[in-house]
């Protein structure tokens, strides 16, 4: 496998990444294969129906917000109420014709990291590790922002699925820089994914991923939620800790920094910690 440069800062992983298609899950795309047949012999195939053969795929929601915002005006870009805060809403402003032909042969995560292709054998399961993370946060945070009767629920779950998504893409881009920071943290438990990735790549993939929404145009609501930098705001806070929480019970439930997301998360939802806990684990149930 041919080992690129690794790019020199924030600005040029930016640029590199906006340069690259965004994959997306065979599933997702078989899925949409199928609603698109659909649509051609009966025409009853809606923005809801689309919005969830997608719901369980970043890349593909990802792809969808940033159509949306090309074809947004800018007054609409500046200003966060004209611009869809959700899938459902990113599709209706798309169209469901003009979504289904702008889809043609989508590029696979699956191809992206097949170890005949990129040379790493663990590239699959490191892929699906992120993917599965990445559910699991968009359903704690759907649940506590239902517990804290959050009027924007629909967003945050979708904040929460998009929060790793430069995880991904370096998986499917530069498998090899995701695998060592992987096998890294696999060796230093205690490592922190913010210093590991500094020390490897040179930024923090947070700061990449905001860089990326706002290059292609995101709703100014995600990149918020997403943004860990606020993290005295609600719903920031929603969203941080449902990453937390799956990325920390990834293995089980005897992580050692669990105790201090109960305590946190009971906070922000005024529970006792061990009722947090009991929330936590019915959500993933």
């Not at 992580?255 to 005024?270: I, M, R």
């Amino acid at each position: 496998m041919l080992l690129l440069p690794i790019p020199a800062s924030l600005p040029a992983w930016t640029e590199a990444f906006c340069d690259l298609p965004v994959p997306v899950l065979a599933g997702t795309q078989r899925a949409l294969d199928a609603l698109a047949q659909a649509e051609a012999e009966r025409g009853d195939v809606d923005a809801h129906r689309i919005a969830e053969a997608v719901a369980q795929d970043p890349l593909m929601t990802l792809r969808i917000f940033a159509s949306a915002a090309r074809l947004a005006t800018p007054a609409a870009r500046e200003d966060r109420r004209g611009m869809p805060e959700t899938v459902t809403a990113a599709l209706l402003l798309l169209g469901i014709g003009p979504f289904f032909r702008s889809l043609g042969e989508l590029p696979l995560a699956e191809a992206a990291v097949d170890p005949a292709r990129c040379g790493i054998a663990g590239a699959p399961e490191g892929l699906a590790t992120v993917l599965r993370r990445a559910r699991r946060s968009a359903n704690f945070a759907l649940g506590f922002a239902v517990h804290r009767m959050d009027g924007d629920a629909a967003a945050l779950q979708t904040a929460a699925l998009l929060h790793d998504f430069a995880e991904l893409l370096l998986w499917c881009h530069r498998p090899e820089l995701a695998d060592t920071l992987a096998r890294r943290q696999a060796a230093d438990p205690t490592l922190r994914s913010a210093s590991a990735q500094q020390a490897l790549l040179g930024i923090e993939l947070t700061a990449l991923e905001q860089a990326l929404m706002r290059a292609w145009g995101l709703p100014e609501l995600l990149r918020r939620m997403t943004d860990e930098r606020q993290a005295r705001d609600p719903q920031v806070r929603c969203v941080s800790l449902a990453v937390r929480i799956a990325r920390h019970s990834t293995a089980g439930w005897d992580n050692a920094a669990l105790p201090d997301d109960w305590t946190a998360l009971g906070e922000l939802l005024q529970l006792s910690p061990e009722a947090a806990e009991a929330l936590v684990r019915d959500i993933d149930r």
